[in-house]
Antibody
Framework: QVQLQQWGAGLLKASETLSLNCAVYGGSFSGYDWNWIRQPPGKGLEWIGE???????DYNTSLRSRLTISVDSSKNQFSLNLRSVTAADTAIYYC???????????????WGQGNLVTVSS | DIVMTQSPDSLVVSLGETATINCKSS????????????LAWYQQKPGQPPKLLIY???TRESGVPDRFSGSGSGTDFTLTISSLQAEDVAVYFCQQYYSRPLSFGGGTKVEV
Protein backbone atom coordinates (compact mmCIF):
# COMPACT_ATOMS: atom_id res chain seq x y z
CA GLN A 1 0.00 0.00 0.00
CA VAL A 2 1.44 3.33 -1.08
CA GLN A 3 1.49 6.05 1.56
CA LEU A 4 2.71 9.64 1.34
CA GLN A 5 3.61 11.25 4.64
CA GLN A 6 4.30 14.96 4.68
CA TRP A 7 5.59 17.38 7.27
CA GLY A 8 6.80 20.93 7.73
CA ALA A 9 6.22 24.22 9.52
CA GLY A 10 2.61 25.32 9.74
CA LEU A 11 2.91 28.97 10.76
CA LEU A 12 5.07 31.49 8.94
CA LYS A 13 5.50 35.22 8.83
CA ALA A 14 5.39 37.16 5.61
CA SER A 15 8.69 37.09 3.66
CA GLU A 16 9.78 33.76 5.21
CA THR A 17 10.35 30.52 3.30
CA LEU A 18 7.78 27.73 3.29
CA SER A 19 9.42 24.30 3.49
CA LEU A 20 7.60 20.99 3.27
CA ASN A 21 8.77 17.42 2.85
CA CYS A 22 7.02 14.31 1.60
CA ALA A 23 8.17 10.73 2.16
CA VAL A 24 6.88 7.87 0.03
CA TYR A 25 6.32 4.44 1.54
CA GLY A 26 5.43 1.34 -0.44
CA GLY A 27 5.55 1.01 -4.22
CA SER A 28 8.25 2.23 -6.54
CA PHE A 29 9.68 5.74 -6.37
CA SER A 30 10.93 5.66 -9.94
CA GLY A 31 8.61 5.80 -12.89
CA TYR A 32 6.29 8.40 -11.36
CA ASP A 33 6.13 12.17 -11.11
CA TRP A 34 5.95 13.66 -7.62
CA ASN A 35 3.68 16.65 -7.28
CA TRP A 36 2.76 19.47 -4.95
CA ILE A 37 -0.77 20.92 -4.96
CA ARG A 38 -2.31 23.55 -2.70
CA GLN A 39 -5.82 24.46 -1.64
CA PRO A 40 -6.69 27.75 0.08
CA PRO A 41 -9.20 27.08 2.88
CA GLY A 42 -12.64 26.46 1.41
CA LYS A 43 -11.42 26.91 -2.16
CA GLY A 44 -10.23 24.91 -5.15
CA LEU A 45 -7.01 23.11 -6.04
CA GLU A 46 -3.92 24.68 -7.59
CA TRP A 47 -1.06 22.65 -9.06
CA ILE A 48 2.27 23.97 -7.79
CA GLY A 49 4.80 21.80 -9.58
CA GLU A 50 6.42 18.41 -9.88
CA UNK A 51 9.67 16.49 -9.97
CA UNK A 52 10.64 13.01 -11.11
CA UNK A 53 13.14 10.65 -9.53
CA UNK A 54 15.87 11.98 -11.83
CA UNK A 55 15.32 15.53 -10.67
CA UNK A 56 13.55 16.91 -13.73
CA UNK A 57 11.18 19.63 -12.56
CA ASP A 58 8.21 21.52 -13.93
CA TYR A 59 6.72 24.49 -12.12
CA ASN A 60 3.55 26.50 -12.34
CA THR A 61 4.62 29.72 -14.02
CA SER A 62 2.77 31.79 -11.44
CA LEU A 63 5.11 30.51 -8.69
CA ARG A 64 8.29 29.74 -10.63
CA SER A 65 10.31 32.72 -9.44
CA ARG A 66 9.87 31.73 -5.77
CA LEU A 67 9.75 27.95 -6.04
CA THR A 68 12.20 25.07 -5.71
CA ILE A 69 11.21 21.41 -5.69
CA SER A 70 13.93 18.89 -4.95
CA VAL A 71 14.21 15.14 -4.58
CA ASP A 72 16.25 12.67 -2.57
CA SER A 73 15.68 9.38 -4.36
CA SER A 74 17.88 7.50 -1.89
CA LYS A 75 15.30 8.29 0.80
CA ASN A 76 12.18 8.23 -1.42
CA GLN A 77 11.51 11.82 -0.44
CA PHE A 78 10.84 15.09 -2.20
CA SER A 79 10.59 18.63 -0.90
CA LEU A 80 8.99 22.01 -1.57
CA ASN A 81 10.52 25.40 -0.85
CA LEU A 82 8.52 28.55 -1.54
CA ARG A 83 10.34 31.79 -0.80
CA SER A 84 9.06 35.21 0.23
CA VAL A 85 5.60 34.02 1.25
CA THR A 86 2.62 36.32 1.72
CA ALA A 87 -0.87 35.84 3.14
CA ALA A 88 -1.96 34.74 -0.35
CA ASP A 89 0.14 31.59 0.14
CA THR A 90 -1.99 30.47 3.09
CA ALA A 91 -3.37 27.07 2.09
CA ILE A 92 -3.43 23.36 2.70
CA TYR A 93 -0.46 21.91 0.84
CA TYR A 94 -0.61 18.37 -0.50
CA CYS A 95 2.00 16.09 -2.01
CA UNK A 96 0.76 13.53 -4.53
CA UNK A 97 2.02 10.79 -6.80
CA UNK A 98 1.57 11.38 -10.51
CA UNK A 99 0.91 8.47 -12.85
CA UNK A 100 2.55 8.96 -16.23
CA UNK A 101 1.95 5.56 -17.84
CA UNK A 102 0.63 6.25 -21.29
CA UNK A 103 0.92 9.96 -20.79
CA UNK A 104 3.55 12.66 -20.45
CA UNK A 105 1.39 14.45 -17.89
CA UNK A 106 0.05 12.88 -14.73
CA UNK A 107 -3.16 12.18 -13.00
CA UNK A 108 -2.75 11.88 -9.24
CA UNK A 109 -3.49 8.56 -7.59
CA UNK A 110 -2.08 8.85 -4.06
CA TRP A 111 -2.09 11.96 -1.89
CA GLY A 112 -0.49 12.98 1.37
CA GLN A 113 -2.66 13.98 4.29
CA GLY A 114 -2.08 17.69 3.74
CA ASN A 115 -0.43 20.43 5.79
CA LEU A 116 -2.16 23.69 6.63
CA VAL A 117 0.34 26.50 6.22
CA THR A 118 -0.73 29.88 7.56
CA VAL A 119 1.17 33.05 6.71
CA SER A 120 0.71 35.97 9.03
CA SER A 121 1.48 39.53 8.08
CA ASP B 1 -3.31 27.37 -19.95
CA ILE B 2 -6.41 25.17 -20.00
CA VAL B 3 -9.26 26.42 -17.81
CA MET B 4 -11.63 23.86 -16.32
CA THR B 5 -15.16 24.99 -15.46
CA GLN B 6 -17.52 22.86 -13.41
CA SER B 7 -21.27 23.14 -13.00
CA PRO B 8 -23.23 23.36 -10.85
CA ASP B 9 -21.32 24.74 -7.88
CA SER B 10 -23.50 22.63 -5.61
CA LEU B 11 -26.46 20.29 -5.80
CA VAL B 12 -28.80 18.55 -3.41
CA VAL B 13 -29.73 14.97 -4.28
CA SER B 14 -31.97 12.54 -2.44
CA LEU B 15 -30.54 9.24 -1.29
CA GLY B 16 -30.89 6.65 -4.04
CA GLU B 17 -31.21 9.28 -6.75
CA THR B 18 -28.67 10.28 -9.43
CA ALA B 19 -26.19 13.16 -9.23
CA THR B 20 -24.80 14.64 -12.44
CA ILE B 21 -21.76 16.92 -12.44
CA ASN B 22 -20.46 18.70 -15.53
CA CYS B 23 -16.94 19.77 -16.42
CA LYS B 24 -15.93 21.82 -19.44
CA SER B 25 -12.39 22.50 -20.65
CA SER B 26 -11.42 25.70 -22.45
CA UNK B 27 -9.96 23.63 -25.31
CA UNK B 28 -9.95 20.01 -26.31
CA UNK B 29 -8.24 17.52 -24.02
CA UNK B 30 -8.63 14.66 -26.49
CA UNK B 31 -5.41 13.43 -28.05
CA UNK B 32 -6.22 12.30 -31.58
CA UNK B 33 -3.14 10.06 -31.72
CA UNK B 34 -4.46 7.69 -29.05
CA UNK B 35 -8.12 8.77 -28.87
CA UNK B 36 -7.86 9.36 -25.13
CA UNK B 37 -9.33 12.19 -23.08
CA UNK B 38 -6.86 13.43 -20.47
CA LEU B 39 -9.38 13.99 -17.69
CA ALA B 40 -9.60 12.75 -14.10
CA TRP B 41 -12.24 13.08 -11.39
CA TYR B 42 -11.59 13.31 -7.66
CA GLN B 43 -13.74 13.14 -4.54
CA GLN B 44 -12.84 15.19 -1.46
CA LYS B 45 -14.52 14.74 1.89
CA PRO B 46 -14.10 17.31 4.70
CA GLY B 47 -10.69 17.22 6.30
CA GLN B 48 -9.35 14.71 3.78
CA PRO B 49 -7.18 14.91 0.67
CA PRO B 50 -8.76 14.35 -2.72
CA LYS B 51 -9.29 10.74 -3.76
CA LEU B 52 -8.92 9.62 -7.37
CA LEU B 53 -12.19 8.22 -8.76
CA ILE B 54 -11.79 8.18 -12.54
CA TYR B 55 -9.04 8.75 -15.11
CA UNK B 56 -8.97 8.78 -18.92
CA UNK B 57 -12.43 10.35 -18.50
CA UNK B 58 -14.18 7.03 -17.93
CA THR B 59 -11.83 4.47 -16.32
CA ARG B 60 -12.67 3.81 -12.68
CA GLU B 61 -9.79 3.59 -10.24
CA SER B 62 -9.47 0.24 -8.48
CA GLY B 63 -11.89 -0.06 -5.56
CA VAL B 64 -14.22 2.73 -6.70
CA PRO B 65 -17.87 1.62 -6.66
CA ASP B 66 -19.49 1.19 -10.06
CA ARG B 67 -22.18 3.73 -9.20
CA PHE B 68 -19.53 6.30 -10.19
CA SER B 69 -19.17 6.71 -13.94
CA GLY B 70 -17.49 9.21 -16.22
CA SER B 71 -18.36 10.15 -19.77
CA GLY B 72 -17.73 12.77 -22.41
CA SER B 73 -15.08 13.70 -24.94
CA GLY B 74 -13.24 16.68 -26.33
CA THR B 75 -14.26 19.59 -24.10
CA ASP B 76 -17.39 18.38 -22.28
CA PHE B 77 -17.42 15.77 -19.55
CA THR B 78 -19.80 14.37 -16.95
CA LEU B 79 -19.44 12.53 -13.67
CA THR B 80 -22.56 10.56 -12.77
CA ILE B 81 -23.24 9.14 -9.33
CA SER B 82 -26.06 6.64 -9.55
CA SER B 83 -28.10 5.61 -6.52
CA LEU B 84 -26.45 8.21 -4.28
CA GLN B 85 -25.33 6.97 -0.88
CA ALA B 86 -24.81 9.01 2.29
CA GLU B 87 -21.06 8.45 2.06
CA ASP B 88 -20.99 10.16 -1.35
CA VAL B 89 -21.52 13.58 0.24
CA ALA B 90 -18.36 15.40 -0.79
CA VAL B 91 -16.87 17.93 -3.15
CA TYR B 92 -15.97 16.61 -6.60
CA PHE B 93 -13.22 18.04 -8.82
CA CYS B 94 -12.26 17.43 -12.42
CA GLN B 95 -8.63 17.78 -13.57
CA GLN B 96 -7.05 17.91 -17.02
CA TYR B 97 -3.65 16.38 -17.66
CA TYR B 98 -3.51 17.13 -21.37
CA SER B 99 -0.98 19.91 -20.86
CA ARG B 100 1.01 21.69 -18.18
CA PRO B 101 0.15 23.37 -15.93
CA LEU B 102 -2.24 20.73 -14.66
CA SER B 103 -5.53 22.43 -13.83
CA PHE B 104 -8.62 21.65 -11.80
CA GLY B 105 -12.23 22.66 -11.93
CA GLY B 106 -13.60 24.76 -9.10
CA GLY B 107 -15.43 21.87 -7.51
CA THR B 108 -19.04 20.74 -7.09
CA LYS B 109 -20.45 20.15 -3.64
CA VAL B 110 -22.91 17.25 -3.43
CA GLU B 111 -25.31 17.23 -0.50
CA VAL B 112 -28.31 15.14 0.49
Amino acid sequence: QVQLQQWGAGLLKASETLSLNCAVYGGSFSGYDWNWIRQPPGKGLEWIGEINDSGRTDYNTSLRSRLTISVDSSKNQFSLNLRSVTAADTAIYYCARGVIVGSTNPYLDYWGQGNLVTVSS
Amino acid sequence: DIVMTQSPDSLVVSLGETATINCKSSRTILYNSNNKNYLAWYQQKPGQPPKLLIYWASTRESGVPDRFSGSGSGTDFTLTISSLQAEDVAVYFCQQYYSRPLSFGGGTKVEV
